[in-house]
């Protein structure tokens, strides 16, 4: 049984969403293990800041130990830190370079039987569902690429999310369910029993439409 939380974007420097963490981080144990993929990036300095701050933060959330996946590390002892831990994490950053890692890696098929929880803040949300809906710009001038993400889930969610983008969502809504997750909200999802709980003000784009779920 999977728990996957999907954050619509965090301050981690501020904690803006510690709230949902401190529930992800709980429903994980006693004391859990944690393992952090920092592939949505590529910059080594930013792996480093990122390393650092998640550690304080997470070590304040009651975590047992810290353990990072690394691009470089083999398949075999990547699989066996997932194996390890209670709880995952994948942090903001650039979805379609963890995408790309993780299809190198095979990441999606190492997640396939994982009992655990995962947490999934802004880019780390996106690429967690079939389809990692990717929209940038403004009103005027936006930019949406859809590219596959791990599946791990049927729908889509949007993060940092605005009102700014409803046109372009309701459109994208024809034939597949977006969960538009604003900043320092959050989703919890129960994979085994098809069951949702909401942080915050979320909204679901479907069939062209818009509605407030929460």
């Given at each position: 049984m999977v728990r996957i939380y999907f954050l619509g974007g965090e301050d981690v420097n501020k904690r803006s969403s510690i709230e949902i963490n401190r529930s992800a981080f709980e429903e994980a144990g006693d004391c859990p293990k944690a393992l952090v993929f920092l592939w949505t990036t590529d910059d080594e300095r930013k792996m480093r800041k990122y390393s650092s701050i998640l550690s304080r933060y997470f070590l304040d959330l009651g975590v047992k130990s810290i353990a990072f996946a690394r691009t470089s590390?083999?398949?075999?002892?990547?699989?066996?830190?997932?194996?390890?831990?209670?709880?995952?994490?994948?942090?903001?950053?650039?979805?379609?370079?963890?995408?790309?890692?993780?299809?190198?890696?095979?990441?999606?098929?190492?997640l396939s039987d994982y009992e655990g929880?995962?947490?999934?803040?802004?880019?780390?949300?996106?690429?967690?569902?079939?389809?990692?809906?990717?929209?940038?710009?403004?009103?005027?001038?936006?930019?949406?690429?859809?590219?596959?993400?791990?599946?791990?889930?049927?729908?889509?969610?949007?993060?940092?999310?605005?009102?700014?983008?409803?046109?372009?969502?309701?459109?994208?809504s024809r034939g597949r369910e977006i969960y538009a997750i604003p900043e320092d909200c959050g989703i919890r999802y129960d994979t085994s029993a098809n069951k949702f709980t909401f942080f915050g003000e979320i909204y679901l784009f479907k069939d062209g439409e818009k509605r407030k779920i929460s």
């Amino acid at each position: 049984m999977v728990r996957i939380y999907f954050l619509g974007g965090e301050d981690v420097n501020k904690r803006s969403s510690i709230e949902i963490n401190r529930s992800a981080f709980e429903e994980a144990g006693d004391c859990p293990k944690a393992l952090v993929f920092l592939w949505t990036t590529d910059d080594e300095r930013k792996m480093r800041k990122y390393s650092s701050i998640l550690s304080r933060y997470f070590l304040d959330l009651g975590v047992k130990s810290i353990a990072f996946a690394r691009t470089s590390e083999s398949l075999d002892e990547i699989s066996r830190k997932i194996k390890s831990s209670d709880l995952i994490y994948i942090p903001g950053g650039l979805p379609k370079i963890f995408l790309k890692h993780a299809a190198q890696k095979g990441l999606s098929y190492l997640l396939s039987d994982y009992e655990g929880i995962i947490v999934g803040n802004s880019a780390g949300a996106l690429v967690l569902c079939k389809e990692c809906i990717i929209t940038t710009g403004n009103r005027s001038d936006p930019y949406t690429e859809i590219v596959s993400g791990l599946g791990l889930v049927h729908f889509s969610v949007e993060v940092h999310y605005s009102p700014s983008k409803d046109s372009v969502l309701k459109e994208l809504s024809r034939g597949r369910e977006i969960y538009a997750i604003p900043e320092d909200c959050g989703i919890r999802y129960d994979t085994s029993a098809n069951k949702f709980t909401f942080f915050g003000e979320i909204y679901l784009f479907k069939d062209g439409e818009k509605r407030k779920i929460s």
